[in-house]
């Protein structure tokens, strides 16, 4: 007898459990020893907290009416609980805080296939600025994907603010400017490129626009992007350099199209990737105007891991013999 | 800056949430080498799924509405879950099964002071007769408690339906015995004594109304209850022997009084406490004919702690020096 579950959930059976525990209490383990004490946050939040992170966001969550008539919603995120946790319970404390979390998030979707409850595990650093502050953040995930026996694994690094500052120096019309980086987020490269052609730029700027989102590797990259994004390339050569001393170069990918979809990144995006499967295995990225937002305004940055995919990379590692 | 959270949840910082962490880990270790295996199923649930488990409880939920605009709710507790998964994906399972979770559960309320969301580590055991079942699991709740930690926790021991069955058997009017319930379940035992008053029993009928409820202690109190309630009486005696031989007859209350409020309860109840705090740490029974409305009819019994109030035991039994 079947009785349905909501779509984009699902049951998990105790070989399987025990797999996904195994690997988030590594990870856990991992981020703790590294300074970074877990929190919990509630599953539900007010709409309006939510929404005072990111308006675009909040959207994405179930909401639920609870008794007293107030609308809430399920986490669609760690980072915006605890940057509302982070002003209200850590005023003054002393900076940089450390915190993990190993917790789900819940986001609602139209259509089927996209999951609604996935479990996360992840880190937020805050109060350390760039490039500092990232390349902790980078060395940390590269190092606790490694004690959870991942070999293969590659962090992308991109900067979610260059692309918007390209447009914006080139004068880019202000309308175009969030469909363009809708296409780019998606990683629709030839979506991009036609919503340029439609621009009628120079052909230096149409250059500039459909080839920054295409570099992608080695710190060579950097050399060919600067002019108007200069800044963006310094923080990330900056960071690259941090993370070459540290010995973990070679799982870094330097990304200029990279863009995360949440809209509150500033600086420095993240992405994990396994070559073994063909989906991100979690991201992140710098978030300096965040908990500004909430009351302490402190530089942040922060990742989180998917544990069911990271599962499904380890086990096709396995399964290739890598 | 102070942002609000719903009434009922709480952010846990790092030093207190190491100690739940230990906690649960604890626990979880014990049932996984006692060969429950953990599972997880969704937070959210289609509340006629879950109403099909229990009507009553179904409503305690919060109510969630999904971009398909189905009614969803948030789960109440694990059991009616786990009882779900079972009939779908256990169908043709050899039993026994043995199941253990970790999971928050959250409920509604209209008052302010309950919690909303809730940390419960428990177990399940299903297609074990009553007292071999209830033995198994009574004892492995007592064997991780003291892994736990605790020193002086209790197991009190009743049967959900011993009370029901004496109301049916005194032929008290149907429409009498449902409030005389609900002031049972909540402990209001001078409440309880006026409602019999007004039933205008005979003397023998009336006494053992009042009386059986006040029956509480080692297995003398099985001696003062028969007639009507042998059954329950029966069973709870070849409960008490199992326990004894294995050693844990100290740790255990017989309590004649004790109905736990949820409604699925068929057969012996249970409630767990430590003097060092005055509410129950968890509680739990078996459900015989629950997993029966699914597709999949076993006989079953679990028990779910509240690790949040075990830590609160946890920390008054140390402070207690006991």
């Known amino acids: 007898m079947i009785h349905r579950i909501p779509p984009g959930t699902r049951d998990v059976l105790p070989d399987e459990m025990r797999e996904l525990r195994a690997l988030s209490e590594t990870l856990r383990h ?12 509630p599953a539900l939040e007010y709409e309006e907290v939510l929404q005072r992170g990111d308006e675009r ?6 909401r639920v009416l609870d008794a007293q008539g107030d609308l809430l919603q399920l986490r669609s995120d760690a980072t915006i609980p605890i940057a509302r946790m982070v002003s209200t319970r850590y005023e003054d404390a002393p900076v940089p ?5 190993l917790a789900h998030a819940y986001r609602a979707h139209e259509a089927a296939g996209q999951p609604a409850e996935f479990l996360q595990a992840g880190i937020e650093l805050m109060g350390l600025e760039a490039p500092a502050g990232d390349a902790e953040v980078v060395v940390l995930v590269i190092r606790a994907l490694e004690a ?25 019309p202000e309308e175009e400017r969030l469909p363009l980086l ?22 230096a700027a149409h250059d500039l626009l459909v080839t920054l989102p295409t570099l992608r590797g080695g710190p060579e990259v ?3 992007a600067d002019g108007p994004v200069a800044r963006a390339v310094d923080n990330l050569r900056g960071c690259y350099e941090l993370l070459a001393e540290q010995g973990v170069a070679d799982r870094v990918i330097l990304d200029l199209g990279l863009l995360r979809e949440l809209g509150y990144y500033t600086g ?22 965040l908990l500004g937002r909430f009351g302490r ?15 499904l990379a380890q086990t096709a590692e396995e399964r290739e013999g890598a």
Request: proline content about 2%.
């Open 182 to 203: 809708e296409q780019l987020a998606r990683r629709n490269l030839v979506g991009v490129e036609m919503a340029i052609e439609k621009l009628g730029m120079s052909r």
């Open 222 to 224: 950097l050399d060919r």
């Open 268 to 289: 420095a995006v993240f992405e994990v990737y396994d070559p073994a499967v063909g989906f991100a295995l979690g991201g992140g990225g710098r978030y300096d105007d």
């Open 57 to 62: 966001l909040a959207g994405a969550g179930f």
């Open 297 to 311: 305004a402190l530089p942040a940055c922060g990742v989180a891991l998917d544990v069911q995919r990271l599962h």
């Open 148 to 172: 959870a026996g991942l070999r293969r694994h590659k962090l992308g690094i991109g900067d979610g603010d260059l692309y918007r500052t390209l447009l914006r120096e080139l004068e880019v």
């Open 97 to 101: 805080l450390r915190f993990c979390y």
């Open 30 to 41: 991992e981020f703790e020893a590294a300074g970074y004490g877990e929190v919990w946050t």
